[in-house]
């Protein structure tokens, strides 16, 4: 069984450039969760999709971050425009059921110059 | 806020010796908690939960933790560390969303 996939592994970009990053859960899995480490720093939650709906987008920076999961499927998350305190390495998660074990997939690393 | 605190950030121990890797949290209600694991390279992966039951833990790879309520503690430990438990290790707890520790990276020197 494949696991959580991230695309890409890295992305490097100019500040005010825009970049989507993708995510497919383990198929069958409702729930999807993006994630993020800035460097230095601890794992914080980004937002909680169950199937194609928000479910908690509270740890959201700013509006400069879209996250969208159209049918309930793979997942991406836009930086638009991207800023210097983006960089960072941005985690994906499915789960079955909410609130047991998450899959985590391994990550994009942002690099924001 | 619900919050996580690992004590250490880095631990440096030879093989064979022992762990214990702290972990404090703050939340009054009813907990599930977890240690997830990073090696290098790899993806983050569950080494073990507590979600009710037996506060004695047992995970993959020879780690356990121990839920003590009264202190708020959900501390790793592992009795004799190998050159392959190099990693990082993060504490977490579960609060409609997963909300993790700094982390400690272990190096363990062969």
């Known amino acids: 069984e494949a696991g959580v996939t991230q695309f890409p592994s890295h992305s490097v970009i100019e500040k005010g450039q825009t970049v989507t990053l993708r995510c497919d859960p383990i198929?069958?899995?409702?729930?999807l969760y993006w994630y993020r480490r800035v460097m230095g720093k601890e794992i914080k939650f980004l937002l909680h999709?169950?199937?194609?709906?928000?479910?908690?987008e509270s740890g959201m920076p700013n509006n400069r971050f879209l996250a969208e999961r159209t049918g309930g499927t793979y997942s991406t998350l836009k930086v638009q425009p991207a800023e210097l305190e983006d960089s960072g390495v941005y985690f994906c998660?499915?789960?079955?059921?909410?609130?047991?074990?998450?899959?985590f997939g391994p990550g994009t690393r942002l690099t924001v110059l | 806020a619900q919050s996580v605190s690992q004590h250490n950030h880095h631990v440096i121990l030879s093989e064979a010796a022992s762990l214990e890797l702290g972990c404090n949290y703050s939340?009054?209600?009813?907990?599930?908690l977890f240690w997830y694991v990073q090696y290098p390279g790899q993806h983050l992966q569950l080494l073990l939960k507590?979600?009710?039951?037996?506060?004695l833990v047992k995970g993959i790879k020879g780690f356990e933790a121990e839920f003590i309520k009264s202190k708020f503690s959900f501390n790793l430990r592992k009795p004799s560390v190998q050159w392959s438990d190099t990693a990082e290790y993060f504490c977490?707890?579960?609060?409609?969303?997963?909300?993790f520790g700094k982390g400690t990276r272990l190096h363990i020197l062969p």
């Open positions: 998660a499915s789960s079955l059921v909410w609130g047991n074990e998450q899959f």
């Open positions: 198929s069958g899995h409702d729930n």
């Open positions: 999709f169950v199937k194609e709906s928000k479910q908690d």
């Open positions: 939340y009054g209600g009813t907990v599930n």
């Open positions: 507590y979600f009710s039951g037996d506060p």
């Open positions: 977490a707890v579960y609060d409609d969303k997963i909300i």
